[in-house]
């Protein structure tokens, strides 16, 4: 496990709180982690576009642009 | 005697002007001292579309009512129009046929015509291939790129219709854009339309001249750079955050040094696989040098700093004083913002200035041509001859020591993806802790250098400015490259500059407050990112609801007025500095910083001074956050299981 370091922080009503500081691991990385290849074939890449990329690619999806009132 | 300027803020820079005055060596720097830009051009107050000019219209005197007219009669609100459209058309055309170019090599490489190419990214060509409405279920991957080519190049001459890209932007621009006339059909129908609409005694209706501009404007940003873009991510691979370094401080004494330099990926791809190559690296060895060392300058910096990591020399003001170095070998050129100066300073050194592309030519340049069909050969002759001209090096090398790392390669998708993770990927937590306040809004800061500013102080002045005030800045092109060299593009630098908000965010997240999105054709990455957050939901349903607004302080190409133009007929406010080509008609000015809000709900500014500038963005974004209801931040509650049992 590594040692997590805690910082103290004020919430939205000021109250100090204890939060996770920053996780990510000294030093520069020695290779680029392409996130693209966890995917495995065209399967997965369809089902990924169709969910992550909802935005374009999902029938369901609109965001607020499906909302009746307007923002 | 007014002080002078400051000509930088970069040392390097600075170092290296020095060098070139006291080598007597010329370059753009001493060339602005010694030419100072026409009044009455300055002000676009001037027509020489026809032989019975130039008609030359400067503002009248004080008290002088005179109505300021050509000889046909033309107004100088048509006057100013005319010549504004006319700098739309050549940026469309410029990223557009970029595009064309791009198309052109992805059939080709579809239908492994394309020597060295492949299709890399299949998961882009899936989602492209079914944005242009390709059946992809069962198919082999050639197959469908044959048909997404065939159909992209379609975009081009397409004569009626709206461009398919269109259909990605959020419904409610749809709407606007077909209400008002400017829904773009063929993307080389609007820019020839423009040139004949622009053509004396045509049309002469500054209003009715500025609509066609953004038509025209619109299919470069929803046409011609998204189709760069896209389909340069499918043959190179939709770029991932990489660690990079920038500044002249990336050339490197021991090894023979190859800079590419203009905008087109497709051979500076083909240059970094044939430096990799056995045999040039024997060449190289044999030669006496290290390695072979490619360093990218302008746009291709960014192209091929974004795919392979491949560092940066430096932005537009820097390509001269990459030659003053005496380190390079060779400079490769292949379209836009390659100053002719380059083969004057390459004469000073032994650098070798090659240029590439069949439509740019310089006299005194060798010309190696590139075609897709034999590019990898092309690729390896060239850095044959950088390493056959390593021995020929004649003056002493002085090399700065300033470069600086930066992280670059974050594509709409990767930001999608770096917020939510790989199964819950999603804008959300951004458009959250915009609602929350911890970020108070977007901006797009992107554009070139101009000499007339002093070198990147604008980029830098005004970034700050906008991340210390918790605004998360999206950057491209020679704006991106500034910031890398301050230490924007890194994530220590959310610590050090950003508002405590946007701190936080970026430090849960993992990324730099300031995100490299790529070159000026990926300005079309903006544009998906912004239309991403609308669609997400709760920041309103259209581009002009966000809290956003856009940039271009050091601006000088034409390209960067179709990128502003098609930013504000997106909805997007957006500030340029420097220079303003509409002063000399005021009715003309009012159109585009006024009156186009009322149209598209986006509209120009010019503002030289990077902080003030800065603030009217903010002023924007803090319209827009109380038009939303957001602009105070919210309490959040957080739900005990009571409360979750109370609500069931
Ligand atoms: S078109 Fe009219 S304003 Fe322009 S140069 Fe000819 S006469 Fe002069
Ligand atoms: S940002 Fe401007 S100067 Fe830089 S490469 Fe792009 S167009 Fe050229």
New binding site residues.
């Given amino acids: 496990m590594p040692d997590y370091q805690y910082e103290e922080k004020e919430d939205f009503s000021g109250r100090k709180v204890k939060v996770l500081g920053p996780t990510y691991e000294e030093g520069k990385p020695e290779e680029r982690e392409d996130w693209r290849s966890k995917l495995g074939g065209r399967e997965d890449a369809l089902r990924y576009i169709r969910t992550a990329m909802r935005y374009w690619y999902s029938k369901e999806w609109y965001g607020s642009e499906k909302r009746k009132q307007e923002a | 005697m007014p002080e002078e300027k400051p000509k930088s803020i970069d040392r390097a820079t600075l170092e290296l002007i020095e060098k070139a005055g006291k080598d007597k060596i010329n370059t753009v720097f001493s060339r602005a001292d010694e030419l100072k830009p026409c009044p009455i051009g300055v002000e676009e107050s001037c027509c020489k579309i026809c032989a019975m000019g130039p008609c030359r219209l400067p503002r009248p005197k004080k008290g002088e009512g005179k109505e300021r007219v050509g000889v046909c009669g033309a107004t100088i609100e048509t006057i100013v129009a005319r010549n504004f459209a006319r700098k739309v058309a050549a940026g469309a055309a410029a990223h557009s046929d970029h595009a064309r170019e791009v198309v052109q090599t992805f059939i080709k490489t579809a239908r492994g015509e394309a020597q060295g190419f492949s299709i890399k990214d299949e998961m882009k060509l899936v989602a492209v291939a079914l944005d242009f409405g390709i059946d992809v279920e069962g198919r082999e991957t050639g197959d469908i790129a044959r048909e997404l080519g065939e159909k992209a190049l379609n975009e081009f001459g397409k004569q009626e219709g709206e461009l398919v890209y269109l259909g990605k932007a959020p419904l409610k621009r749809q709407e606007l854009w077909r209400k008002l006339g400017t829904a773009p059909r063929g993307i080389d129908r609007e820019i020839v339309e423009i040139m004949h609409r622009t053509h004396m005694g045509v049309d002469q209706d500054y209003r009715h001249l500025l609509q066609q501009a953004s038509r025209a404007a619109i299919a470069d940003g929803w046409g011609g750079s998204m189709i760069s873009t896209d389909l340069q991510d499918i043959m190179f691979g939709t770029p991932v955050p990489v660690l990079g370094s920038i500044n002249l401080g990336v050339l490197k004494e021991d090894n023979v040094n190859v800079v590419v330099h203009g ?1 087109e990926p497709l051979l500076p791809e083909l240059l970094v696989v044939a430096s990799r190559d056995p045999e040039i690296r024997r060449l190289t060895e044999s030669a006496g040098a290290k390695g072979i060392n490619l360093a990218g300058m ?2 291709s910096a960014n192209e091929v700093l974004m795919r392979h990591g491949i560092p940066c020399a430096g ?2 003001l820097q390509q001269e004083l990459a030659l003053v170095t005496g380190a390079v070998e060779l400079m490769t050129v292949d379209v ?2 390659q100053m002719q100066g380059l083969k004057d300073v390459a004469e000073c050194f032994h650098t070798r200035l090659i240029t590439t592309s069949d439509r740019a030519m310089i006299e005194g340049a060798v010309h190696i041509e590139f075609h897709p069909e034999h590019g990898l050969d092309t690729a390896k002759r060239i850095l044959k001859m950088a390493i056959e001209n390593y021995p020929n090096r004649r003056h002493a090398v002085y090399i700065p020591d300033q470069r600086q790392d930066m992280v670059a390669g974050f594509s709409h998708e990767t930001i999608n993806y770096l917020l939510g993770g790989l199964f819950r990927a999603s804008y959300r937590p951004l458009n959250d802790n915009i609602m929350n306040g911890r970020i108070r809004g977007v901006a797009g800061v ?4 101009n000499v007339r500013t002093t070198h990147d102080s604008a980029h830098i002045a005004m970034i700050k400015e906008l991340i210390r005030n918790d605004v998360l800045v999206l950057t491209t ?3 991106a490259m500034a910031c890398g060299k301050e230490g924007l593009l890194t994530p220590e630098a959310a610590k050090l500059y950003a508002g405590s908000g946007l701190a936080e965010v970026c430090e849960a997240v993992g990324i730099p407050p300031v995100l490299h999105l790529g ?2 054709v990926d300005n079309s990455r903006i544009l998906m990112a912004a239309t991403a957050m609308v669609k997400e939901g709760g920041l309103g349903d259209d581009l002009s609801d966000l809290p956003a607004a856009g940039a271009a302080p050091e601006w ?2 034409e ?2 007025i179709s990128i502003g133009q098609y930013f504000v007929a997106s909805g997007i406010f957006t500030v340029f500095g420097t220079t303003w080509p509409t002063t000399g008609s005021e009715k003309v000015t009012r159109h585009l910083f006024e009156e186009y809000e009322e149209l598209y709900k986006g509209m120009w500014a010019f503002e030289p001074d990077p902080l003030q500038a800065a603030q009217l963005m903010i002023r924007h974004i803090d319209k827009k956050r109380k038009a939303l209801g957001i602009d105070k931040a919210r309490d959040r509650v957080l739900f005990d299981m009571a409360m979750r049992r109370a609500l069931d």
């Fill in positions: 905008h302008c746009c932005n537009f836009q913002c992107v554009g070139c250098n092109g020679c704006a070159s000026c000088m190409s390209k960067a």
